[in-house]
């Protein structure tokens, strides 16, 4: 396939397509036909894809399916905390960069500890399994995240999986981990079958043996279980995830099974420390009695799980460091920069073609400057290259020659090479930026058909195909330039495959989207990480756009004035600045607005053609202000609140909505802090630790009259 004849949206539909249709292989029908390596690459391609052409990208995006959805032959099970799948990295510095990512969102010195766990990563069939009173009562597969498949009466016959737990567990308690089938047992399964009828491998075994009708036939199958994870429970449990898992071992849960030693190992999160135990953990791989496929590492503290939270399909607090996919060598003819919508210049190494598990290469990415550096690559090098599937490859080292030395070290340019404007790479950073923005004909292109994107000014029929057309004609150049293409209707009319109606359909469409709100607005000029949770947060707290401006106004003299103060106690310039910045987020304070994206806002609007650009589109709409949630005086206004058990007239997400409405701040554990506690029938150990604080304790009825009386009267 020559990627250069196929338009993304094509390319996307193509993946789409394949990512489906072996997510039901892998996780329904227990046929994969690829491994996963080539399947990773895949997701990797289309997202990359969808990045860079989001108004490209089809409507439905096969990436953030958890799993597929359960089987018609089991009963379905709803899990109550969804089951979510682990986002990947392929190399150390990819890891390295996640472990510092982290830090940054936690508001941490990037050279500081921060407990990391990493553990093997099971290559089996995840289940949750639900106690209440400490009984099993349901097991259940992932499913598609939301909905699993009911293997109760199987599970019980699989070893490790306890069917009564101890008394000092709590009430409720749901423990996600992975059944696996041992690889002796494998071995000896498929001694006993037909040629034609040998498994795959000890995953497919497992998960065929799990949906056995029968589950006599699943308990001669050898099946293990091993945890990995907690769903929901009203218990006080550890607060770090290493003391979870020592808890739920010593409760039962992989009690007797073997795992060839040690699987799980706490670090500093320092590079060397994840990189040495990723190494042991690969040097000991083939010893290992089950299958892995990397290494799985989480924030040990659950605190700080919680403040990172999750997106839609994967949590924020881990990641999965995968094993490497299929290599080669070849050379390294050249290095070019790409340049992306928001201006992120992007090394891509031109390679001889070479062919790779039935694919021919010519290019890799390279990530970064950091990533170049570090390998020492240099033109006319011979390079080592790793890839699966579909995906562009990534470079992972070289092979030493004697010619290496004398080939002059490359570096990355300082001006951009589209617009020729300045190319900077902000401190703690890994990426280079071209900061020409609009004025960047890289940049554009794609910038245009962001402001006409779904969650921008969702311009129906200005689409990726047209705007380039439209730009290639200089008519478009600028996004005020969108909502002057009426004077060009003759002109539209008469393109090809066009005709009145075409083009007056476009200019209505345009027309009706002057009509938005102000976070749509500020969304429109694609300022680095201000993404559509910022631009709410901020149009909401501060209102119109003329008062948002003022703001940005107010914050550029504030962060100047600290900048000023910080140099004036001897800070270097970079010191000064990230400093500058955290006191501009303190004063902001704002949930989803830290300093690196008001750092990135404030630099935009610097450039006296970005804030002009900026100024001539708000002029060209008709902004709405977002209406800022009314708080009600409550009896619980200002006060600390928990809710436990099981709640039967409303969700525990409808309660918490409620709460923080009436005024309250929710929390999910007991402490002297405490104000109030909901508890719901099958309140377990926190109704106790309430009890001994003092908290005072309601049940739901009376929760039900406080929001009726502050809301209705």
């Known amino acids: ?44 391609e289309y997202r990359e894809l969808a990045e860079a052409h989001p108004d490209e990208a089809p409507a439905n995006d096969p990436t953030q399916n958890v799993g597929a959805s359960p089987s018609e032959a089991f009963s379905p ?47 089996g069939v995840s289940i949750s399994l639900r106690y209440e009173h400490r009984t099993l009562v349901t097991a259940a597969t992932r499913g598609d995240g939301q909905t699993g498949e009911d293997v109760t009466d199987n599970a019980r016959t699989v070893l490790g999986i306890p069917l009564e737990l101890p008394q000092d567990s709590p009430d409720i308690l749901e423990v996600r981990g992975e059944v696996l089938m041992p690889k002796d047992v494998f071995l000896h399964l498929n001694e006993s079958r037909a040629p034609d009828k040998k498994l795959a491998n000890p995953r497919n075994a497992a998960a065929g043996s799990l949906r056995q009708k029968d589950p006599a036939k699943t308990a001669m199958r050898g099946l293990v279980f091993l945890p990995h994870g907690i769903g929901e429970t009203d218990g006080d449990l550890p607060g770090t995830w290493s003391g979870r898992i020592g808890l739920l071992r010593r409760w039962g849960f992989g009690k007797g099974v073997r795992t060839g030693g040690g699987i799980m190992a706490v670090s500093d999160g320092s590079r060397e420390q994840l990189e040495g135990i990723y190494a042991s953990i690969e040097t000991r791989r083939p010893d290992l009695p089950f299958d892995i496929d990397g290494v799985v590492v989480k924030l040990d503290s659950i605190d700080d799980q919680k403040r990172l939270g999750n997106v839609s399909r994967s949590p924020r607090w881990a990641i999965a460091h995968k094993f490497p996919a299929e290599q080669a060598t070849t050379r390294l003819t050249a290095i070019d920069i790409q340049v992306g919508r928001t201006g992120r210049m992007t090394p891509v190494a031109r390679l001889q073609p070479v062919n790779v598990g039935g694919v021919l290469v010519s290019n890799a990415t390279l990530h970064n400057e950091d990533h170049i550096a570090k390998l020492d690559l240099r ?14 490859p990534q470079i992972v080292g070289r092979v030493e020659d004697e010619g290496h030395e004398g080939r002059p070290e490359w570096s990355f340019p300082e001006s951009c090479p589209e617009c020729d404007s300045a190319a900077v790479r902000e401190a703690g950073q890994a990426d280079t930026y071209c900061e020409g ?51 060009f209707a003759d002109e539209l009319a008469a393109r090809e495959g066009w005709g009145e109606i075409s083009a007056n359909k476009l200019l209505d469409s ?14 429109c000029l694609g300022i680095r990480q201000f993404g559509r949770s910022a631009t709410q947060a901020i149009a909401r707290e501060w209102g119109s756009i003329d008062a948002v401006l003022a703001q940005f106004a107010r914050l550029a003299v504030v962060r100047v004035a600290a900048r000023d103060m910080e140099r004036g106690r001897g800070a270097s310039e970079e010191e000064a600045d990230r400093k500058a910045m955290k006191a501009v987020a303190e004063a902001v304070a704002i949930p989803d607005v830290g300093p690196v994206v008001l750092a990135n806002i404030l630099d935009f609007f610097a450039d006296a053609e970005n804030a002009a650009l900026a100024s001539d589109l708000f002029d ?63 309140a377990g150990s926190k109704l106790k630790k309430a009890a001994d604080l003092g908290v005072e304790v309601i049940d739901e009825d009376r929760w039900i009259d406080i929001v009726r009386k502050a809301l209705i009267g």
């Open 510 to 523: 345009i027309d009706k989207a002057r009509r938005t709100k102000v976070d749509r607005a500020l969304y």
């Open 77 to 123: 099970v709803t899990h109550t905390v969804p089951m979510l799948s682990l986002d990947n990295v392929f190399s150390v510095d990819e890891l390295a960069e996640w472990a510092l990512q982290k830090r940054r969102q936690l508001g941490m010195a990037e050279d500081m500890p921060l407990a990391m766990t990493s553990e093997v990563k099971f290559d």
């Open 1 to 44: 396939m020559n990627d250069e004849q196929t338009s993304p949206f094509d390319r996307m539909q193509t993946l789409g397509c394949k990512i489906e249709r072996h997510q039901r292989l892998y996780h329904r029908e227990d046929a994969p036909e690829i491994d996963d390596a080539a399947y990773d690459a895949m997701v990797r």
């Open 379 to 392: 033109i006319g090098d011979t390079v080592i290259i790793q890839r699966a599937g579909d995906v562009i």
């Open 437 to 487: 923005s609009f004025h960047c004909p890289a940049q554009i292109v794609t910038r245009l058909v962001h402001v006409a994107s779904r969650d921008a000014l969702d311009i129906d029929g200005l689409g990726a195909k047209i705007i380039e057309e439209l730009h290639a004609d200089g008519k478009l150049r600028t996004p005020v330039d969108i909502f002057r293409l009426r004077r």
């Open 620 to 682: 060209e709409l008709r902004l709405t202000v977002l209406k800022k949630p009314d708080r009600v005086e409550s009896e619980v206004s200002g006060k600390t609140i928990v809710f436990t058990g099981k709640l039967e007239k409303v969700t525990r997400e409808e309660a918490k909505g409620q709460a923080t409405v009436l005024g309250a701040k929710v929390s999910g554990s007991i402490s002297a802090k405490t104000d109030l506690l909901v508890a719901g029938p099958g």
